[in-house]
């Protein structure tokens, strides 16, 4: 591909995207390790190209649906930094109020309808999403993002039957790092997967190089205008890899070391500022000074979270139903 003024600027947007992702969820893993964030995180290093490449080429009012390790889809799709750490950090300022952490962070304004601890459990709200849309005449659409292991799950053969039976404005995401937790998802899936699933269910799919943010951009992009187009839902696999353990407390000494080393040889940030300096999209000077500002963003947050006030005690039970 060759770099224009017009799709220059789109290629570096994405790589900010990414490296905003990248930044955050490091300096996340530091408050963790710092003892700072109660509880585990579930975090997406390496896996940035699919949330960049996605949602870039959303509009605000579309919905997402994520999973437990959603912190890369919230950033990807606007959500507000500050919310993000200070849910995190449990304070009141978070989006969910300090109250869903990680695994069920949110950001309405942006259409970011939640990640969700359960596996799968963010493709049937995405599918009623995508229903109560084309009710309502909107010409916005819902994304779904879920993992390989989702795809073993009841609530993946009833969200795309149902979204296929209506012709739903819905695109499925699946993140396909090859493992499902501590397993490898080829140990327990049947069959050829997630595509021939997905076609067995008449929505068609893509696969591609979940580690190329260009091919993933473009690939949604296609997508994204079908679904908005009324053409009903269709499925991404993107196959890609996660660097890092299940958990922030995982060590992933299960992965061989080799393994992970060939893999971030791939790693989709450094490759795609290979292309862009290739193109003469940007200097290095100025792609080191993109990721040098998103760490500096993500530590300010971190601060600011670190001096935020806690929830008030009295709305322990706010937000629960028939509290």
């Not at 996605?54 to 912190?71: F, K, P």
């Not at 950001?107 to 969700?116: E, H, I, P, R």
């Not at 450094?270 to 963003?297: C, K, N, P, S, Y």
Request: aromatic residues 4%.
């Amino acid at each position: 591909m060759n770099a224009t003024t017009a799709n220059a600027a789109h290629w570096l947007a994405l790589h900010r995207s990414m490296c905003r992702i990248r930044a955050f969820e490091e300096t996340a893993l530091a408050a963790h390790q710092a003892g700072d964030i109660p509880g585990p995180l579930h975090v997406s290093i390496g896996q940035e190209a699919v949330a960049a490449g996605v949602c870039l080429n959303l509009r605000r009012e579309d919905r997402i649906t994520s999973n437990h390790r959603g912190h890369g889809h919230a950033l990807a799709k606007g959500a507000g930094v500050a919310g993000m750490m200070e849910e995190l950090h449990g304070r009141a300022g978070g989006h969910c109020g300090g109250k869903g952490g990680s695994m069920h962070i949110a950001d309405f304004s942006v259409g970011m309808l939640g990640a969700n601890g359960v596996v799968a459990g963010g493709i049937p709200i995405a599918v009623g999403a995508a229903q109560g849309l084309k009710l309502l005449g909107l010409d916005h659409i819902a994304v779904c993002f879920f993992g390989d292991g989702a795809i073993n799950r009841g609530p993946f053969l009833e969200g795309l039957n149902w979204a296929a039976l209506y012709r739903l404005p819905v695109l499925f995401v699946c993140e396909d790092n090859g493992v499902a937790a501590f397993t490898r998802a080829a140990d327990v899936t049947a069959g050829p997967g997630v595509v021939a699933r997905a076609a067995a269910l008449g929505v068609p799919a893509v696969t591609v190089d979940g580690n190329d943010v260009g091919a993933v951009d473009a690939a949604a992009a296609r997508l994204v205008a079908e679904v908005r187009g009324g053409a009903g839902p269709r499925l991404l696999h993107a196959q890609t890899y996660r660097h890092t353990g299940h958990t922030s407390t995982d060590a992933a000494a299960w992965r061989p070391a080799d393994e992970v080393a060939a893999a971030k040889q791939g790693e989709p940030i450094a490759r795609f500022e290979a292309r862009l300096l290739a193109e003469g999209v940007a200097t290095a000077a100025e792609l080191a000074a993109v990721r040098e500002d998103a760490l500096a963003e993500m530590q300010a947050a971190r601060a600011a979270a670190m001096a935020a006030p806690w929830p008030d005690p009295a709305t322990a039970f706010s937000d629960v139903l028939g509290a």
